[in-house]
């Protein structure tokens, strides 16, 4: 489209020296603009879809799908500018409206700012002095009028749709809290508690605003067994494998490891001070590993053993790991500091997987016989054993 007006300055470098300037002027910006090539529409397109795709709030993504819509409008004008000014420069015909406005005495950019105007007249309720003044031009405005009535529509609707998806997002949220709320009061629940209940709901909202979960995806429910196994194993596994024992399970046994991330695991939430299990609880059965938050772990008492009475854990730890090597009874108490998401590991579906698979069956027994010599060596708690260091010792 450079050409059209690179031919319209050569026809005036005919009248005059000045034109043979403004051409070399213009060579030099069509080839800027050659050499970004304009960025490539579906090279840009491709880009702004690769950073929805890591976008992680909703708002932000739809805001972003606004933009796109918007930017597509304009490239579509744009193309219809450069039509719209080609046919204004024809010769053939005695009036056409670039002469009507005078546009040989224009700059290049006058001109283009010109028949871009025109152009988003016709997709949009607005008007302005640029009329048709011949056959081709009112042809091809009609064209663009009809063609315009159809994108514009499509664009208010998507932008409406847009519009209303952030309504709803803030709407159905408010609307669950105020149910709550009068349910709450018609119950008669203490004001300690309705507090506390709110608070956890409302960080707990905002989580999974940040976060995606597994059964928020209902499309996840389509896939094929083994596409499962597989996203499940890579969802769970990386946090199993901070125990040395997972490691090596890992390693060994691949199948026996997909297995067990696929059937054995489940997620919790924990809020600010809730109690996990208490000192001397039998243990529910399941082994833990910290996903997020904080968590402390309070030693019960043991006589002749002098130890370490309190710690936090976080991210990369696991407990409770006795269940599946014994009828565990916890040593101590473990509560939530902050809002905590805890992987299960359930010890009986652990033990059935581990039992069908030769190699693991193995590495299980090994340390199974460890976990065992090292509770007769001296207490164990709940905790890896490393969180103690140096600092327990038995007292004569």
């Known amino acids: 489209w450079f050409g059209l007006f690179l031919r319209e300055s050569g026809d005036m470098s005919s009248k005059s020296g000045a034109g043979i300037a403004r051409i070399a002027k213009i060579v030099r910006v069509a080839r ?9 529409f579906f090279k840009l397109r491709k880009i702004l879809f690769s950073i929805k795709d890591r976008l992680n709030s909703e708002g932000i993504s739809i805001s972003l799908h606004m933009l796109y819509n918007m930017f597509t409008l304009l490239m579509i004008n744009h193309f219809v500018a450069c039509f719209w000014y080609w046919i204004g420069i024809n010769k053939d015909e005695e009036y056409t409206w670039t002469r009507t406005m005078l546009m040989s005495q224009a700059t290049m950019e006058e001109r283009y700012v010109m028949s871009l105007h025109w152009s988003l007249t016709q997709f949009t309720p607005a008007a302005m002095e640029v009329h048709p003044q011949n056959l081709a031009e009112r042809t091809f405005a009609v ?19 847009c519009m209303n998806r952030i309504r709803n997002l803030s709407a159905t949220e408010a609307e669950q809290f105020f149910i709550l709320g009068k349910f709450l009061t018609e119950n008669g629940i203490s004001s300690d508690l309705s507090c506390r209940l709110n608070r956890y709901l409302e960080l707990v909202v905002n989580v999974h605003r940040r976060r995606t979960h597994f ?8 896939l ?66 910290i996903s997020s938050g904080t968590l402390v772990y309070r030693c019960g008492r043991v006589e002749g053993v002098k130890h370490r009475r309190q710690m936090r854990l976080r991210e990369e730890y696991w407990f409770s790991e006795g269940i599946l090597w014994a009828d565990w009874v916890h040593m101590g108490s473990m509560r939530a500091v902050v809002e905590s998401d805890v ?27 460890a976990f065992v010599q090292l509770c007769h060596e001296g207490p164990v708690f709940d905790v890896p054993e490393e969180l103690f260091g140096a600092k327990m010792c038995v007292i004569d």
Do not use: W
Not at 32 to 40: A, G
Not at 215 to 222: F, K, M, T
């Open 224 to 289: 094929s067994g083994p596409l499962r196994v597989e996203l499940h194993r890579e969802l769970y596994e990386q946090h199993l494998i901070v125990n040395p024992f997972f490691n090596g399970y890992s390693a060994n046994c691949s199948s026996a490891m997909s297995q067990l991330c696929s059937t054995a695991l489940s997620v919790a939430s924990f809020s600010k001070l809730d109690v996990l299990f208490r000192c001397a609880e039998k243990c529910q059965g399941r082994m833990y590993f």
């Open 215 to 222: 059964n928020q995806v209902e499309l996840l429910c389509l």
């Open 343 to 369: 992987i299960m590991l359930d010890a009986n579906k652990f033990k059935e997987v581990t039992m069908s698979h030769p190699n693991a069956f193995m590495l299980a027994v090994e340390r199974g016989k």
């Open 143 to 161: 064209c663009v009028l009809c063609f315009g009535m159809l994108v514009f529509s499509s664009f208010v609707s998507s932008i409406t749709a």
């Open 32 to 40: 800027i603009f050659r050499s970004l090539r304009l960025i490539r």
